[in-house]
């Protein structure tokens, strides 16, 4: 196993494996009793989940989002329901990020999802589709459309299972999944492919990546209701960047970043959903101008937090636009899409 396929540093792996084996146990009980149906309800629309079987980002709010703005398009309301993790008053920095970017979905926020979401579509009866965001291994609600994501650039397919390793769930639990999609991908990996296919029975779906459509910059006293200013993803070119990134992977945010010429000067250790605070927003300004950046990149689920904190930053604060890029598979998503509004 490599190195980096272990949570726990070498001191600790003896207790984590065993944990992890106790972790496996109580894994396929659950999975042994939903598999009988047992306490599985419907809602009153179509349910596509979207998931994973790996701790940390494979780019679930993304896609997401990429299928909210489909349903969208094609005039149906969809209503996205997550558990929204530290969230406060039915409010997650997840949440919020949907929100800024599909404006047009409904969201429904908390741990009860078969309660929150019932509600919704009580209040709301335009809601068509709902889509849950994070929702694999949230068996208790039955889904038309069962979407796994799998990070093209470290699947952790042949770790460990949690607390040892990044696997919530076998690998071998991507059979029941109605497709596998690969992220994060910078090209079609057929070895991946194999291995996808081993386990869930068929090859992945699609294959797309995250691109930029550029870059929003934040600047001056104000900024959270200010128009940003949209440049090129050139324009971070030679640029001194500190990177705030709250979220599981900052390493491939930073990483997309030199991809564009920017030189990385600070990347302060932040939790994944950190909370901030004109505090520690100041803390963090403080460190970026001391190791001499010239601006801030942060990701679209931090700048949602931070332009409602009331800090003053004094920098430029750079938010990039991301979409979806596919390789492979964009017209076969889309049909799978249509079978469910079609109720197939």
Known sequence: MRESQFIMPKLFRPAARVASRAYGAVVAARSARWDRGIGVRSVQRPVISVGNIVAGGTGKSPMVRWIAAWMIDRGVVPLIALRGYRSSDGRSDEAMEHQACVPGARLAVGADRLRVIDRAIGQDPSIGVVILDDGFQHRAIKRDLDLVLIDGGQSNLDGALLPLGWLREPPASLARASSVIVTRARTLDPALDAVIHSFHGRPALA?????????????????ESAKPRVESSAWLNGRR????????????????????????????RLRDHARYGPASVTRLAEVA???GATAIATTRKDWVKLATCGASIGLPLVVPRLRLKFHQGEAALSERLERVLAGK
């Open 241 to 268: 960047i500190a990177v705030w990134a709250g979220i599981a992977q900052p390493s491939a945010f930073a990483l997309q970043l030199r991809s564009h010429g920017a030189e990385i000067v600070a990347v302060p």
């Open 289 to 291: 101008r001391s190791a």
């Open 207 to 223: 294959w797309c990546d995250h691109a930029w459509d550029g870059l929003e910059i934040h600047q001056g006293a104000g900024f």
